[in-house]
Nanobody, 128 residues
Framework: QVQLVESGGGLVQAGGSLRLSCAAS????????MSWFRQAPGKEREFVVT????????DYADSVKDRFTISRDNAKNTVYLQMNSLKPEDTAVYYC?????????????????????WGQGTQVTVSS
């Protein structure tokens, strides 16, 4: 079975940092684009960042650009999200998601409906 398991969430003061990890199993990791989404209470799940199967230039949401950094280690089947300068508005459950790479076509990697596999989520709480 395919599993994506997030870890690293927690409680941090505004301005602090956290590093999230997503460990994948049951899939050929280097064939998948990997993304982070987040969902705050009462809000829709929103796109945070995507890194392609090859680890090319990541695509960040404007709200996190210059503060968050995504990376992947295909040898470890793991994707990371380094979050710096955290704000209370970053408080949410953070989800790792995977969608297989396309050949001869493309998909919108910002659209949560285009992801087949999801982790269980990890809570990030940023206090004022």
């Amino acid at each position: 079975q395919v599993q994506l398991v997030e870890s690293g969430g927690g409680l941090v003061q505004a301005g602090g940092s956290l590093r999230l990890s997503c460990a994948a199993s049951g899939l050929t990791f280097n064939m998948y684009h990997m993304s982070w989404f987040r969902q705050a209470p009462g809000k829709e799940r929103e796109f945070v960042v995507t890194i392609t199967y090859s680890g090319g230039t990541p695509d960040y949401a404007d709200s996190v650009k210059d503060r968050f950094t995504i990376s992947r280690d295909n040898a470890k089947n793991t994707v990371y999200l380094q979050m710096n300068s955290l704000k209370p508005e970053d408080t949410a459950v953070y989800y790792c998601a995977a969608t297989i790479r396309a050949f001869g076509t493309s998909i919108d990697l910002h659209d949560r409906h285009n992801y087949r596999y999801w982790g269980q989520g990890t809570q990030v709480t940023v206090s004022s």
